[in-house]
Antibody
Framework: EVQLVESGGGLVKPGGSLRLSCAASGFIFSSYSMNWVRQAPGKGLEWVSSISTTSDYIYYADSVKGRFAISRDNAKNSLYLQMNSLRDDDTAVYYC??????????????WGQGTLVTVSS | QSVLTQPPSVSAAPGQKVTISCSGSSSNIGNNYVSWYQQLPGTAPKLLIYDNNKRPSGIPDRFSGSKSGTSATLGIAGLQTGDEADYYCGTWDSSLSGWVFGGGTKLTVL
């Protein structure tokens, strides 16, 4: 069974940092590109970042470029999101999601349960 | 506002059919596959449709997808109260080099 479990969320002050993790199991993690997607309270889905299988291709939304860094450790079946210079509008539930196939628009077929990040003084 | 445009809400009676539209441009829907997601209250999104019109295993054929030009449509037939959820379209945007989602559509089954 495919499972994605996020962790690392919590309360952080504006300007602070947080590192999210996503533990993957039930599939060959190294064979799939991965996404981070977030959802602010009461709002819609917002794509944050994507990483290819070998980390050769990395993409960021303009809203997080220069502040967030996505990475992965295929030996540990884990995906990460390092978030720096956090702002109030980064407050959201952060989901990791598996990209179902090799092409960019193939969609995300499995999602974690999400981890809540709250940025507030 | 979102790159992809969806109606904020739709409603229909149990047993009826509803469609949800998703409008974009040539840099996203026009030249890439569209996927659709269902988000039940308090849960993570779930893939309903991928590659414009394909259903993952376990998704009933009451759910259908189509695409024409720079617009896509999700259809839900035989509505059930359990279908009440938020629905999102999404695709890759080649100009932005990133994923884009619609703003979401809240389905109410009256």
């Amino acid at each position: 069974e495919v499972q994605l479990v996020e962790s690392g969320g919590g309360l952080v002050k504006p300007g602070g940092s947080l590192r999210l993790s996503c533990a993957a199991s039930g599939f060959i993690f190294s064979s799939y590109s991965m996404n981070w997607v977030r959802q602010a309270p009461g709002k819609g889905l917002e794509w944050v970042s994507s990483i290819s299988t070998t980390s050769d291709y990395i993409y960021y939304a303009d809203s997080v470029k220069g502040r967030f860094a996505i990475s992965r450790d295929n030996a540990k079946n884990s995906l990460y999101l390092q978030m720096n210079s956090l702002r109030d509008d980064d407050t959201a539930v952060y989901y990791c999601a598996r990209i179902r196939s090799y092409y960019d628009s193939s969609g995300s077929d499995y999602w974690g349960q999400g981890t809540l990040v709250t940025v507030s003084s | 506002q979102s790159v992809l445009t969806q109606p904020p809400s739709v409603s229909a009676a149990p047993g009826q059919k509803v469609t949800i539209s998703c409008s974009g441009s040539s840099s996203n829907i026009g030249n890439n596959y569209v996927s659709w997601y269902q988000q039940l209250p308090g849960t993570a999104p779930k893939l309903l449709i991928y590659d414009n019109n394909k259903r993952p295993s376990g998704i009933p054929d009451r759910f259908s997808g189509s695409k024409s030009g720079t617009s896509a449509t999700l259809g839900i037939a035989g509505l059930q109260t359990g279908d009440e959820a938020d629905y999102y379209c999404g695709t890759w945007d080649s100009s932005l080099s990133g994923w884009v989602f619609g703003g979401g559509t809240k389905l109410t089954v009256l």
